[in-house]
C-alpha cells in the first residue's frame, strides 16, 4: 500500500523537524519545502506556525501561503494547520494592541485567553464530536498546548448540501477551540507532534482522511 505524501510548508516559522518526524512515524512520506508546485500537488499539506500571529503572517505572506493554502481548500485538497499554523485560519488576530488580518477560512478573532496563568502551557483534556474524525478512538486522551491565544467563539454558517464542521474545545481560565474539522481543512490549536502516542494518533487520523 502506497503511503500517502505529505509537504511540510517551510516558510521559515514553525517546529519544522519535530513535525516531519511526528507525521513519518504516523505512516507518511515527508517532505519538507516551500515550493508552490509541491505544495499543490502533495496528498495533505501541514501548516505548522509558533510565536506571534503578525510574524507569522508575514512570512506566510512572503512565500504566498495564503494563495497555497486557498487553492489547496477550494480544490479541495487537505491542509492540516498547527497552533498558529490554525490561529491564522480565522479572520484576524489581536496581540499586543496589533490587529493583523489573517487568512480568512473561518470568522472570528484570536485574542489573547482569560485565565489566571498564561500561557496556557502543559496537557489537557479536550472535548470532541463523538463523530470527529481527527479524534477517533482518542476523544479520551490529553494533548500538549503551548499558547496564550486563542479563538473563543465558532460562528461559521455553512450552507448545505456541506457538512457542519466538527469543532472540539478544550478550557484553560475560559473555553476555547482546540481544533476544527471542516472539509479539506483541519487544524488544532495544540501540537500533535508534542502529544507523543495520542498525536500521533491523531495524524494518523488525519492521513487516513486523504
Known amino acids: 500500500m502506497t503511503k500517502p505524501h505529505v509537504a511540510v510548508f517551510d516558510y521559515g516559522i514553525g517546529n519544522i523537524h519535530s513535525a516531519v518526524k511526528a507525521v513519518e512515524r504516523a505512516g507518511a512520506t515527508v517532505e519538507l519545502t516551500r515550493d508552490k508546485k509541491k505544495c499543490a500537488e502533495a496528498d495533505g499539506l501541514l501548516v505548522p506556525g509558533v510565536g506571534a500571529f503578525a510574524a507569522v503572517m508575514q512570512a506566510l505572506n512572503e512565500a504566498d501561503g495564503g494563495e ?11 491542509v492540516l494547520g498547527i497552533c498558529v499554523g490554525m490561529q491564522i485560519m480565522f479572520d484576524r488576530g489581536v496581540e499586543h ?11 472570528g478573532v484570536v485574542h489573547q ?3 489566571p496563568i498564561l500561557p496556557h502551557m502543559g496537557w489537557n483534556t479536550v472535548d470532541a464530536p463523538a463523530d470527529s474524525a481527527l479524534f477517533r478512538g482518542i476523544r479520551d486522551e490529553r494533548f500538549y498546548f503551548v499558547h496564550s491565544y486563542a479563538a473563543t467563539e465558532w460562528s ?4 448545505r448540501p456541506f457538512p457542519e464542521p466538527h469543532v472540539t474545545w478544550a478550557r484553560h481560565g475560559q473555553r476555547f477551540i482546540a481544533a476544527v474539522e471542516n472539509g479539506p481543512l483541519s487544524a488544532t490549536q495544540f501540537h500533535p507532534e508534542k502529544s507523543g502516542e495520542a498525536g500521533i494518533a491523531l495524524l494518523g487520523n488525519w492521513l487516513g482522511t486523504l
Not at 497555497?68 to 480544490?75: F, K, L, P, T, Y
Not at 494592541?97 to 470568522?107: A, H, K, S
Not at 461559521?156 to 450552507?159: A, G, K, Q
Open 156 to 159: 461559521l454558517d455553512v450552507i
Open 97 to 107: 494592541g496589533i490587529d493583523t488580518e489573517g487568512l480568512g477560512q473561518w470568522p
Open 113 to 115: 485567553l482569560e485565565a
Open 68 to 78: 497555497i493554502i486557498e487553492r489547496r481548500v477550494a480544490g479541495g485538497r487537505p
